[in-house]
């Protein structure tokens, strides 16, 4: 019986780990597979010696389902937020639970203005949208410039963009206690200064959907 049990367990864990191996970037699956990793440890001590084989295969069901369940919201959440914000200069990046909404200042606000663009209505609507249907996220909004200019000057404009695009989502019905916002100014480049080129990537705002029980870096 217990030769049987750690086989089941065994072949539960390969086989949320193969997942990974199939397409190559299966987060749910990944999730899947840390989660019951981490439940047939736990179910196994919990058990004791004589019921470790069973509180093993417990723990790695348990733990599989709130993987995988983490896993498929975020992944679900992210196709749906990529197909609604095609081709609106949204660009969307996948960082292991972290989503990162990332809105050129080109596109979402004038030269010198922390008001957002009228054209850019209808990407903040998709996004609030989503915000709303997946609630389970925090929200934290992020205005960066570039270097040009006094530094207070581009930490205050930073902000206010920031702002600007939370009060928006908040109008929306976003709830607002998800919501944090901050200007990093010109402290947190992706490109060079130098040419106008790098400086119109650091011109922008950023909104990081993290689980709730995740500190914010």
Known sequence: MKTSLRLIVASTVLAMLSGCAVDGINKTA??????????????????????????????????GAAGTGYGYYADKQEAELRNQLANSGVD????????????????TFSSNSSDVASQFYNPLNQVAASLKQYDQSSIEIVGHTDSVGARQRNL????????SVGNYLI?????GTRINSRGAGPDQPV?????????????????????MNTTQQ
Do not use: C, F
Request: hydrophobic share 40%.
């Open 156 to 163: 205050d404009l930073s902000m206010l963009r920031a702002q």
């Open 191 to 211: 490109a060079s200064n130098a040419d106008e080129y790098g400086r119109t990537q650091n011109r922008r705002v950023e909104i990081n959907l993290r689980p």
């Open 171 to 175: 109008a929306q019905g976003v709830n």
């Open 92 to 107: 969307i990046q996948r960082q292991g639970d972290q989503i990162k909404l990332i809105m050129p200042g080109s596109v």
């Open 30 to 63: 990944t999730y899947g597979g840390i989660g019951v990793l981490a439940g047939a440890a736990t179910g196994a001590l919990v058990g004791g010696h004589k019921n470790r084989g069973k509180g093993a295969l417990i723990g790695a069901l348990v733990g």
